[in-house]
């Protein structure tokens, strides 16, 4: 989630054009359009008269966003070429869209990434596993809002529940102080914000459109619960032999040191 954004912000974030048309509609108004009406008041006449004269301050104050907003869209047009998603692309996709490209995105950093439930909030979004670690990620697709602290902490519980090494909370938005504060007192907690997001999208070739596929990244219909007997993570197996060969389980991935296994749901 990220904090509300004010007038200036969503003119840099729009098209160029957007600011040039309002400077130039707001000069026109102001210099010749209220100037032209009969005004009875002399008062409010005295004003626009004022107003007539101040009225290149709106081009004055529209032309250099207008040309920050051109600037910004030649380098998301770049960054699109090389394809890499915008800051605007990713705030456009769905949730379900969103989950994906962070699992993409472990993937790309060497995990194999499981995506669990469908859901839009609640719970494990992404588990993975590599380079000697298992990783609890949640995703928070607000990209208007700033997350709370409550959020990490409840991500800490099910980081906690588990014996994954980190929770880490990716959002395409921010966080607010007390979220960070709490995540820097814990190192069980890694908090990624939308600005770090696109970095780590352009750090690792992360392309837009980009998908699930493929053994790397796996779809599974619920969430990877934990190992009856040692908490780790679960993952997805299938018995090579015996009455139940073809039959597919979860397993502990620390098979053979723990032979945990669970029922997979219906």
């Known amino acids: 989630m990220r904090s509300r954004t004010s007038l200036v912000d969503e003119m840099i974030e729009s098209r160029w054009q957007v600011s040039a048309v309002f400077g130039l509609v707001g000069y026109a108004v102001l210099r010749f359009v209220l100037p032209a009406f009969e005004w009875e008041n002399e008062g409010a006449g005295g004003a626009i008269r004022v107003f007539s004269n101040l009225a290149w301050i709106v081009p004055a104050f529209c032309g250099p966003i ?95 529940d588990t014996t994954a090494a980190r929770g880490v909370l990716v959002t395409s938005g921010g966080f607010t102080d007390d979220a960070l504060r709490f995540a820097s007192d814990h190192a069980a907690l890694e908090l990624i914000s939308g600005k770090k997001l696109e970095k780590l999208l352009d750090q690792f070739s992360v392309r837009g459109g980009e998908r699930q596929g493929g053994s790397e990244i796996e779809a599974i219909r619920e969430p990877a619960p934990a190992c009856p007997k040692c908490g780790t993570l679960m993952v997805k197996r299938e018995a090579r032999r015996g009455a139940n060969a073809g039959s597919r389980f979860w397993g502990c991935p620390t098979y053979p040191g723990c032979r945990g296994i669970r029922q997979l749901a219906n």
């Open 66 to 160: 207008a040309l920050v907003s051109a600037v910004n869209g030649l380098r998301r047009k770049r960054a699109w070429k090389r394809g890499v998603p915008s800051a605007r692309d990713i705030a456009a996709m769905s949730w379900e869209e969103f989950e994906e490209l962070v699992a993409v995105l472990y993937t790309k950093q060497g995990y194999h990434t499981e995506l669990t439930a469908r859901g839009p909030d609640g719970g494990v979004d992404v588990v993975a596993r590599g380079r000697g670690e298992v990783l609890a990620i949640q995703c928070k697709h607000s990209p208007h809002r700033n997350i709370g602290v409550a959020k990490v902490r409840e991500l800490l519980g099910v980081t906690m």
